[in-house]
């Protein structure tokens, strides 16, 4: 079955960019969204269609693709960005949707 | 503005069937086009789409459940549910509803219920 593949964890300091990267076959041909997930918290959208941003959601969130590649950048990364994250797309005939095994991301 | 509340048992038996309910508040269900999904989370682990139903009432399904899984709608209460048949301790997870738009991905999420197989 299709797999979405991201780092374990990504490490940054305050104030710092952040880039989490989604690799799967398919990335070419479905769009993909990304979640932020605090513990105990519902994932919460934060990109769709690759890069589009939901209204609510701060600027400094951005995303990316390239390729079989998508990226999440953070840009001035705050303490209150740790979180894990889940990129999500479907399979290359759009039949299903897959999450990728997540991210959690350190503020150092 | 939409919201969503999962309900039903919190502790299944193994090989009985576990139910859900997603009940749709602050708008129709059958309005706009949308997708009903559901999404589980193990402890510690990452979220797992399980599947989803459309407006028009068309399914998709996680293939490695597929053979389990039922997801229905019931307009006349404004809920949606999940069925998932002969579960095992492994599927013991927190279990999420969630409203798609198509291209738009899952903006609206349930909290989310816990729901454990044990004996």
């Known amino acids: 079955s299709y797999e979405l593949t991201q780092p374990p964890s990504v490490s940054v300091s305050p104030g710092q960019t952040a880039r989490i990267t989604c690799s799967g076959d398919?990335?070419?041909?479905?769009?993909a969204y990304w979640y932020q997930q605090k513990p105990g918290q519902a994932p919460v959208l934060v990109i769709y269609?690759?890069?589009e941003r939901p209204s609510g959601i701060p600027e400094r969130f951005s995303g990316s693709s390239s390729g079989t590649t998508v990226t999440l950048t953070i840009s001035g990364v705050q303490a209150e960005d740790e979180a894990d994250y889940y990129c999500?797309?479907?399979?290359?005939?759009?039949?299903?949707?897959?999450f990728g095994g997540g991210t959690k991301l350190t503020v150092l | 503005q939409v919201q969503l509340q999962e309900s039903g048992p919190g502790l299944v038996k193994p090989s009985q069937t576990l139910s859900l309910t997603c009940t749709v508040s602050?708008?129709?269900?059958?309005?706009?086009?949308?997708?009903w999904s559901w999404i589980r989370q193990p402890a510690g682990k990452g979220l797992e789409w399980i599947g989803r139903?459309?407006?028009?009432?068309?399914?998709n399904y996680n293939p490695s459940l597929k053979s389990r899984v039922t997801i229905s709608v019931d307009t006349s209460k404004n809920q949606f549910s999940l069925k998932l048949s002969s579960v095992t301790a492994a599927d013991t997870a927190v279990y999420y509803c969630?409203?798609?738009?198509?291209?738009?991905?899952?903006?609206?999420w349930g909290q989310g219920t816990l729901v454990t197989v044990s004996s």
């Open positions: 602050g708008g129709s269900i059958s309005s706009g086009s949308y997708y």
């Open positions: 398919a990335l070419p041909k479905q769009y």
């Open positions: 139903i459309y407006t028009s009432g068309s399914t």
């Open positions: 999500q797309s479907a399979d290359s005939s759009g039949t299903y949707e897959v």
């Open positions: 969630a409203r798609d738009k198509p291209y738009y991905g899952s903006g609206t």
């Open positions: 269609k690759d890069s």
